[in-house]
Nanobody, 122 residues
Framework: QVQLVESGGGLVQAGGSLRLSCAASGRTFSIYHMGWFRQAPGKEREFVGS????????DYGDSVKGRFTITRDNAKATLYLQMNSLKPEDTAVYYC???????????????WGQGTQVNVSS
């Protein structure tokens, strides 16, 4: 099992930046593919992006492509989400997830963090 804890959320103005972190503990972090998802009130959980176990391959949802970057540091067992050019529609709870393969589908991930709130003001 792996435990995931997100941090770094907060309030930012439109056009600003935030970096989220996801610290992992438990089983070896480097064996897992990781994903970031977000969920706004009244909406389904949305795929933000994913990264493979080594960090060599990333994938992003269309709404964040070109603005968000996912990286990982396996030595520190930490996943990151750099968010630039933030928009009010990026407001959501952001979750990190771990699973056996990179995927845009929530069902492919076995472990989830508790989420961190991001609010973008206009």
């Amino acid at each position: 099992q792996v435990q995931l804890v997100e941090s770094g959320g907060g309030l930012v103005q439109a056009g600003g930046s935030l970096r989220l972190s996801c610290a992992a503990s438990g089983r070896t972090f480097s064996i897992y593919h990781m994903g970031w998802f977000r969920q706004a009130p009244g909406k389904e959980r949305e795929f933000v992006g994913s990264i493979n176990w080594s960090g060599s391959t990333t994938d992003y949802g269309d709404s964040v492509k070109g603005r968000f970057t996912i990286t990982r540091d396996n030595a520190k067992a930490t996943l990151y989400l750099q968010m630039n050019s933030l928009k009010p529609e990026d407001t959501a709870v952001y979750y990190c997830a771990a699973g056996p393969g990179s995927s845009l589908y929530t069902r492919r991930y076995d472990y989830w963090g508790q989420g961190t709130q991001v609010n973008v003001s206009s």
